[in-house]
């Protein structure tokens, strides 16, 4: 699921989201969806924060083979 909106809308909306599945949020510092991530899990999500946001997911995606293109940015 891409969601590419503002993270405070997303904190307001969560609680509509699937429970039943997986979700890894990345900004472009992790600062804003490691507090997302806290609050999802909280109320019972599986969710999970890149550390070091969009950088941390670009390093990630390289160290893994994958397109960095398809998570959105290139660093």
């Known amino acids: 699921m891409d969601e ?3 993270e ?3 904190l307001r909306d969560f609680k509509r989201l ?15 969806t ?5 609050q999802m899990q909280r109320a019972g999500f599986e969710a999970y924060s890149f550390r070091g946001g969009l950088h941390g997911v670009m390093q990630y ?9 398809a998570f ?4």
């Open 72 to 75: 959105g940015g290139v660093r």
């Open 18 to 32: 699937d429970r039943d599945r997986t979700y890894i949020l990345y900004c472009a510092h992790g600062i804003r």
């Open 61 to 69: 995606a390289r160290e893994h083979g994958l397109d960095p293109h």
């Open 4 to 6: 590419r909106r503002d």
């Open 8 to 10: 405070w809308e997303l």
């Open 34 to 38: 490691a507090y997302l991530a806290e």
